[in-house]
RNA sequence: GCGGAAGUGGCGGAAUUGGCAGACGCGCUGGACUUAGGAUCCAGUUCCCCGUGAGUGCAGGUUCAAGUCCUGUCUUCCGCACCA
């Protein structure tokens, strides 16, 4: 018998396939339905990895499967090819950007397309080509003229490594989400993307999503972080000022012992301004001020504050009181400025404490009267309002309305909704990525680059050497132009745009790649997407799929799509794991995917990782792992290649002559199809849909003795391809092929289970005693709740485990159990 | 601190609706074939004190029946975290 050597067929069948095209999709077939499942584009870092072939498998065989099915299924791939590697690269390499870029890419396609995957290659996508980042370019301008994109001054965050500013969702934990090196502040004028307009839109919808898991809707949910609270205005009466500040407990305003400014408050200067201590102040807040991220979120980092001198009045009861400057008060957040109540709110308690600031109990719980000097924290539950005027006595979640109402009824304060959200910070001070298109003027100001002059393209006359500014605002050519209205000399921006704007649409142009009169047309991209699954890695929980709805919003709302959310089913894969950690270069774990493609194939690959475990979990690499699936192919080759003579006569079951053995082997046969369609269709569980396969082999290799009917043969042989074909393309067309069957087994349909031939005549029914397993008996399918009763009670083991006892009850599972409950 | 996910053999994992816990694979053990086998095929493999035994992180509860439901608790991982 021939042996299965997948090096040579794998190479043949992407050859043949590429050369029939059978994997390019048209637009708008009549009578049958999109699919559209889509892989997270890859950053061209020049060889795939393992989380790749996850990622890419997983797509792959939902692409096939539902091909298979009837639909009409668009599967594309492409890149987000700008971004600092290939900045980097060229400034220690001497390579040019693009070059590097280019040259990963295509052997990231060669690696690709040895994995066999059914993507549509003419609708690559490159994010760094002139001919996709000029629409990205466009649509900037679509949300500058919506009044989306502004540019201003603020306090950014910038990482000294990368040599540009980070948008929020870019730190973690105070650090650069690149490169991991502390992020610190700087003050820049800087480009902002308006998301905060859409932050009620894009929590609200996260409802809309049923197919999207719960933890990603959780992390945005937290990340943008609504809260309903009140603005509470301060007069001070000694500078003529006033002073807002946002809480979410105006019910423990009666409390007020203090009020905080953060640092960068606006009116902190006029405050101070003057005083005899204020060289004193002005030191405090311009380390305050400069404190970087990572100092001022670290846990234990010591609450500060100074006083100002100068005092509010709170509305609620006239009080005075002291107002001070705190590092712990943010600036970009709510208003900058905070109400201090130190017995209801634990921070306000330490702060208190140290700067011996007064507390007043306003809340109470009714049977544990609160009182001072046996409070050792802040009291922040729920209680009855007390030393609170007219609000004493009254519940204080009722009297959170309450007061907001007199509040806005007395001119001092308004019902307010906030967000963490910020806005989206989106220059870059780096030479590989889409130059914003803008224009300034010393006549005209800020102009847009006019649409017909788009895309501003990246010059070559580069030296990289990443600074405060662009390596662009060194291309005088660059910069220099003129302006397009008033014609007189202007400059260019000299920041490009963050990646994460090219990669929030790429999944768009998909339905319309080489549209070059838009960024693609709108019937097209209105019958393709929404995109149906979209699988990719938990690290975007936030990031880019956050970016991505808010870009479909824009888009809808400015009448360039019909849809309001991208993804309607996401899946999110976990790592791949070995020896219990992710792999990675320093810890020297790394399997290199094209080495294991070129010892055992494509086929063995994916099968094992798609086996291993359950797309969302980690997966724990194991080489023995990959010897099992190159095993059960190797069974697969053989027990297909033992049948050839039965299965090239091409028959059909003849069900009337079926023996026993051979029904059972036909059951089982279609008891899997309908568990490998649920499994990949509901569940998503590719390692089940698997194993079940791996059941009917097995069931295959026990029945090949009892020379089987040649229609069986056929049909379980044919079946089993076509099961596996999703998973296994190569194997699977290889031994369609030699089996004589007609075209492609990828443009094969996939098989329907048979409800009837999924029934058994007789099955095994468990006999419990008082709920544990004693007996075990054969019985017809179809048997009578009383008959099996009957029959189980005659059993001679149950007959004498139930000798001298009496029977309570007794219950019949249908095709299951029978449990009989004894005293 | 807040929020989320998960704890099952030697290992990866299965049990989808409350109904035989451990499917399938790995590993291990034995057998067959063989000059040979690290190939292949077949069988066995939760544990133990080996039986009316125990068993899904732990302690309770509901139920004829619990990995699955309820209450409490521990551990691990992940996200957010001075957000007022």
């Known amino acids: 018998m021939e042996k299965y050597c997948p090096q040579e067929i794998e190479k ?26 889509l892989e997270m584009f890859p950053y061209p870092s020049g060889n795939l ?72 290659w003419n609708r690559l996508v490159q994010t760094c080509h002139p001919d996709y980042y000029r629409w990205t370019q466009y649509l900037f301008e679509v949300f500058y003229k919506k009044g989306l994109a502004y540019r201003k001054k603020a306090t950014a965050n910038w990482c000294d490594s990368c040599k540009t500013v980070l948008a929020n969702e870019q730190v973690i934990e105070g650090r650069c989400w690149r490169c991991d090196s502390p992020v610190v502040k700087k003050d820049l004028t800087q480009w902002f993307l308006k998301i905060t307009d859409y932050a009620d839109t894009l929590l609200k919808d996260l409802d809309k999503l049923p197919g999207w898991p719960n933890r990603v809707k959780t992390m945005q ?14 007069e001070i009466p000694d500078f003529a000022e ?87 008060v943010l600036f970009e957040y709510g208003t900058g400025a905070v109400m201090g109540v130190p017995t209801h709110d634990s921070r306000d308690w330490m702060f208190a404490g140290k700067y011996k600031l007064g507390k007043k109990i306003v809340i109470t719980d009714a049977e544990n009267q609160l009182t001072l000097d046996r409070m050792t924290d802040a009291y922040v539950d729920d209680g009855i309002l007390v030393n609170s005027g007219e609000f004493t006595g009254m519940n204080n979640r009722k009297a959170i309305p309450a007061m907001i109402d007199w509040l806005e009824k007395n001119g001092c304060g308004k019902r307010r909704i906030n967000y963490r959200l910020r806005d989206w910070l989106i220059s870059r001070q780096r ?30 006359d580069v030296k990289f050497d990443p600074g405060v500014v662009s390596p662009l605002a060194h291309s005088e050519a660059f910069v220099n132009c003129t302006c397009p209205q008033c014609g007189g000399p202007a400059k260019r921006e000299t920041d490009t745009m963050d990646t994460f704007i090219c990669s929030s649409w790429y999944y768009m142009r998909y339905a319309d790649a080489k549209n070059t009169k838009a960024p693609f047309d709108r019937a097209l991209v209105n019958s393709w997407l929404p ?11 936030i990031l880019h799929l956050l970016y991505s709805r808010f ?29 219990g950690s992710k792999m990675s270069k320093s810890i020297g774990n790394v399997v290199s995917p094209e080495e294991i493609i070129g010892k055992y194939g494509a086929d063995t690959a994916r099968l094992f990782i798609l086996f291993a475990a359950p797309p969302e979990r980690d997966l724990e690499w194991s080489d023995q792992g990959v010897e099992g699936a190159w095993r059960f192919l190797n069974r697969i080759w053989r027990i297909v290649l033992h049948f050839s003579t039965e299965i090239k006569e091409n028959k059909q079951t003849d069900i009337s002559l079926l023996t026993v053995k051979e029904k059972e082997l036909r059951r089982i046969l279609h008891v899997t199809i309908k568990k490998v369609t649920e499994d990949i269709a509901e569940r998503s569980n590719f390692n089940t849909a698997i194993s079940s396969i791996m059941e009917l082999v097995n069931a ?124």
């Open 551 to 579: 870009f479909t919003k824009v888009l809808k709302d400015a009448g360039l799509v019909d849809f309001d959310e991208p993804f309607t089913n996401l899946l999110t894969q976990g790592m791949v794991i070995k020896d």
């Open 221 to 234: 949910d937290n990340w943008i972080g609504r809260s309903e609270g009140a603005e509470i205005i301060f």
């Open 531 to 541: 995109v149906d699954q979209y699988i990719g890695g938990i690290e975007h929980a």
């Open 49 to 120: 990895h393992m989380g790749h072939v996850r990622n890419y498998s997983i797509g792959d065989v939902l692409a096939r499967f539902k091909k298979m099915q009837g639909f009409n299924v668009l599967h594309p791939m492409g890149f987000d090819a700008f971004g600092m590697p290939a900045e980097n690269a060229a400034i220690k390499h001497g390579v040019k950007p693009a070059d590097w870029t280019y040259d990963n890419m295509d052997n990231m396609i060669r690696q690709q397309k040895q994995m066999g995957l059914s993507y549509d």
């Open 700 to 823: 295959f290799y026990a029945a090949r003795d009892e020379s089987l009917q040649a229609g069986l043969i056929n049909e379980t042989a044919t079946d089993l391809l076509l099961l596996l074909a999703p998973f296994s393309p190569h194997i699977t067309e290889e031994l369609w092929q030699k089996l004589g069957k007609s075209d492609s087994i990828h443009k094969a349909a996939w098989p329907v289970y048979d409800v009837e031939a999924t029934i058994a005549d007789e099955v095994e029914i468990v006999v419990q005693l008082n709920g544990k397993v004693r007996e075990k008996i054969t019985v017809a399918s179809q048997i009578t709740a009383d008959e099996l009763k009957k029959q189980a009670l005659e059993l001679p083991r149950i007959k004498e485990l139930t000798e001298g006892k009496t029977i309570i009850k007794t219950i019949c599972v249908p095709k299951k159990l029978v449990n009989i409950v004894v005293k």
């Open 12 to 37: 043949k069948w992407q050859t043949q396939w590429d050369k029939d095209g059978i994997y390019t999709t048209v637009d708008n077939v009549p009578d049958k339905k999109k699919y559209y499942v």
């Open 242 to 328: 006033q002073v807002t500040v946002y809480t979410t407990r105006p019910d423990t305003a009666f409390g007020i012992s203090y009020m905080v400014l953060a640092a960068e408050h606006p009116l902190v200067d006029k405050l101070i301004k003057g005083r005899n201590d204020e060289s004193l102040i002005r030191s405090f807040i311009e380390r305050v001020h400069n404190q970087s991220e990572l100092d001022r979120t670290s846990d234990k980092s010591e609450k500060e504050g100074v006083f100002t001198g100068a005092y509010a009045i709170n509305p609620f009861n006239g009080e005075k009181v002291p107002i001070w400057i705190a590092n712990y």
């Open 431 to 460: 030479y590989w990525g889409a130059p914003i298109p803008v224009i300034y003027c010393e006549k005209c100001g800020t102009v847009l680059v006019p649409e017909k002059d788009l895309p501003v393209k990246l010059p070559e």
